[in-house]
């Protein structure tokens, strides 16, 4: 199989659409092995990786140790919290410690934008964006668009719609150039102050109302949405978001038949979207779970794998 | 006494439009005579200036030189041959200290430190004590003790109350004060300019509204108290737009901006994969901020060019985006920035007079301070230029101690070949002169 020629995934901005529907392939035979009763392959074996987070995660960083435990490489996690951070150590500091113990991929999630091209810009191992501040979140749009391939068949031409909280989402960015690239066609909605501020540079529009945008769509994606806005006033209340913005069975009628419901989790249930919705048949919300593991074990496998076998 | 001849340059004295090829004689400290064909007694040295444009010396009216309290980014001394090496005679420097200079103590510190330093160190006081914006500063003292102007440059003065204060106040001893606008509530957690970029890099964003909100209510304000007033660092094009307002309405009001307002945009934070040399307060703005930029550097809206030369050590830019500090250090570049703009010839209406008035005669105007000219029996201040001097930029090399600049690496065409400040000659093609140190005792 071919390699990515890069040395990191650090936004799907900067990845071609060959690079993704390599990665989707290649996550499909990885899916495979993960339905094995032995779930093991021995690729990486004897490789080492670093899981950093200096933000908390559950689902991205189980998946991520699950697809290392998965393709036998070695790897360490380290939280942000008990990290050298605390002790003032800069970030370019403690993985180059880390890398001179024979790291060959940093996997960092960070709170600030553009802290994974700081870091790959300063490091030689690899590194995969786990998310960093409101950036991009490659791997979640990866697997985001393998799930929606995999119940639709096909990307191209489908009316995606992302609802919520885009201005602070990294998990929007991602999905808005993954989608495009892949020709799918993106529109977002919620509200203004929801909305980053110019969007010229996506190419995708907004609207105010979720009803409108999601007409004949073919998938829906909803955004968590924090609290923390409404302190800082973009918004009044969570129940007036529920009531205007919050996908129901009603508000996303006028969509296909066969939408797809999707949330990257975890989901505020009964704010951005209702139970009934988030555990309908339509939703894909588990299967965005299962196909994060193999997604991830595809870039590792593409990363480290590939390249060393040449 | 000392003589010095400089002969067969291009001279140009943009505060009387004199523009021709003359000598200029230099007798001790201050200039003697201008003209072609002067005579000099036998023996005076003399410096060929055939091919160099002979100019009032440089003054840089917005530097920080993070002397007292953070010299390891910058002293006195190093900021003083940075300016040297740039081409400035002289610099104001900023009162954002620790402690902050706003005390006649701190202030005669700074021009202790500044009477060994290779250009003129003009003080500028804090109009709040502490930068606090509660209380004003000691205005009236420090203005006797020697500050040229009042800013708390680097914060605004966010209560309006108090700015009227300090406009009807500064009006009674004739000063001079410079506002930083921003309205903090507007541009809290900004990191750039918000706008097309700042959505794509995921990065917050202070929009234009932060800076014109502020500006609008201090020209209000002047135009209620009257009194003096100078704009640090305009970014926006409602700024400029209401400073031409506020300029035809006959408020005193003057502004300066800054090559990297001038060259760059929010596209640099992108194109440099954030690079924290690109942050800086206010951020680069957007293409069409940048272009009403250049209309009001031209049509006169824009006095003056300054650096806002904000140094700041290597370890303190080399982390996350949003870990960094504000800030472009600029006295080693903005001549050979705006030199090189002029021999691109991208911009119609700019020419070396026009430039050299923003760079020398307009600052010297608007702090009231000597220069600025070629007079006769003024203060021998000179810039020697050479436009056609290649330069690559290259922090590593500066006289400065940070390296701080998006610029890195640009070739850039025209460069100040010497700096004259009284009679002596302080940087001669890049090399700064070192002063012997004087002893105090």
Not at chain 1, 135 to 151: A, M, R, S, V
Not at chain 2, 3 to 12: A, D, H, P, W, Y
Not at chain 2, 143 to 148: P, R, T
Request: glycine share 10%; proline share 4%; hydrophobic share 40%.
């Amino acid at each position: 199989m071919q390699a990515l020629r890069r040395k990191d995934i650090l936004g799907l901005e900067e990845i071609s659409a060959e690079e993704i529907t390599l990665i989707l392939e290649t996550a499909r035979s990885m899916r495979e092995i993960m339905q094995r009763k032995i779930k093991k392959v021995p690729t990486l074996r004897g490789r080492a990786i670093l899981n950093l987070f200096y933000e908390p995660s559950t689902r991205t960083k189980a998946s991520f140790e699950l697809a290392q435990k998965y393709m036998s490489a070695d790897s360490v996690s380290v939280a942000g919290a008990s990290s050298s951070l605390v002790k003032g150590e800069t970030l370019k500091d403690t993985v180059r410690n880390v890398e001179v113990m024979g790291v060959e991929c940093v996997i960092m999630r960070h709170p600030v934008s553009g802290a994974a091209h700081y870091l790959a810009q300063n490091i030689n191992a690899s590194v995969i964006n786990a998310g960093d501040g409101m950036h991009e979140h490659p791997t979640q749009g990866l697997l985001d668009l393998f799930t929606i391939l995999d119940k639709k068949g096909h990307l191209e031409g489908l009316k995606v719609v992302i609802v919520g909280d885009v201005r602070h989402s990294r998990v929007a960015r991602s999905n808005i150039w993954g989608l495009q690239k892949m020709g799918a066609k993106v529109v977002l909605a919620g509200p203004p102050t929801l909305m980053p501020p110019d969007l010229e540079g996506f190419g995708v529009k907004a609207y105010d109302r979720v009803e409108e945008a999601v007409e004949n769509a073919d998938v829906v994606m909803a955004l968590r949405l924090q609290k923390e806005r409404q302190d800082s006033g973009l918004f009044p209340s969570l129940r007036e978001y529920a009531e205007i913005y919050g996908l129901t069975e009603q508000r996303v009628a006028g969509a296909k038949e066969d939408l797809l419901i999707m949330h990257p989790g975890p989901i505020n249930r009964g704010v951005e979207i209702s139970s009934s919705l988030a555990d309908s048949p339509r939703s894909a919300v588990l299967d965005q779970v299962t196909g994060g593991v193999a997604v991830r074990m595809a870039l590792l496998y593409l990363l480290l794998g590939g390249i060393k076998e040449e | 006494m000392k003589k010095l001849l400089i002969k067969s340059g291009r001279v140009i004295d943009p505060s009387r439009d004199y523009d021709q090829e003359a000598d200029l004689l230099i007798s001790g400290a201050l200039i003697e005579a201008v003209g072609k064909g002067l005579k000099a007694p036998a023996g005076t040295e003399t410096i060929d200036a055939a091919g160099l444009i002979v100019s009032p010396g440089l003054i840089d009216m917005h530097v920080h030189l993070r002397d007292p309290g953070f010299e390891y980014k910058e002293d006195i001394l190093s900021g003083a041959r940075a300016a040297a090496a740039g081409g400035f005679t002289a610099v104001a420097a900023m009162a954002n200290t620790n402690p902050v200079a706003d005390d006649l103590s701190v202030i005669g510190y700074v021009k202790e430190r500044a009477s060994q330093a290779a250009v003129r160190i003009y003080p500028c006081g804090a109009l709040t004590k502490g930068l606090e914006g509660q209380e004003l500063a000691e205005l009236g003292r420090m203005q006797i003790g020697g500050v040229v102007a009042f800013s708390d440059d680097g914060r605004p003065v966010d209560s309006a109350s108090l700015m009227r204060n300090a406009l009807q106040y500064a009006k009674g001893i004739d000063a001079l004060i410079i506002l930083h606008e921003e309205d903090l509530s507007l541009s809290a957690g900004g990191m750039m300019h918000e706008g097309s970029v700042s959505s794509l890099l995921g990065l917050r964003g202070t929009a234009a509204a932060a800076e014109e909100v502020m500006l609008a209510r201090d020209l209000l304000l002047l135009k209620h108290s009257g009194g003096r007033l100078h704009l640090a660092h305009l970014s926006t094009a409602g700024s400029v737009e209401m400073v031409r307002q506020a300029k035809a309405a006959g408020l005193n009001v003057t502004a300066e901006v800054t090559p990297h307002h001038l060259l760059l945009t929010d596209r640099a934070v992108k194109n440099l994969g954030y690079s924290t040399n690109t942050k800086v307060n206010p951020p680069l703005r957007s293409e069409l901020d940048r272009q009403a930029l250049w209309e009001g550097l031209l049509d006169g809206t824009i006095d003056a060019i300054a650096s806002d030369h904000a140094p700041h050590h290597p370890d303190d830019k080399d982390v996350e985006y949003d870990f960094a500090p504000f800030g472009i250090a600029g006295l080693e570049t903005t001549l050979s920035l705006m030199l090189n703009e002029l021999s691109a010839k991208r911009i119609k209406k700019l020419n070396l007079p026009l430039l050299l008035e923003k760079l020398s005669t307009a600052p010297a105007r608007i702090l009231r301070i000597s220069g600025g000219n070629l007079r006769p029996g003024n203060p021998a201040d000179l810039t020697l230029i050479d436009l056609k001097q290649q330069v690559s930029v290259n922090p590593d090399a500066w006289y400065s101690k940070a390296s701080n600049t998006p610029f890195a690496g640009h070739r850039l065409t025209g460069a100040a070949a010497y700096t004259i400040v009284a009679g002596e000659v302080v940087m001669k093609r890049g090399v700064v002169t070192e002063k012997e140190p004087v002893l105090h005792g």
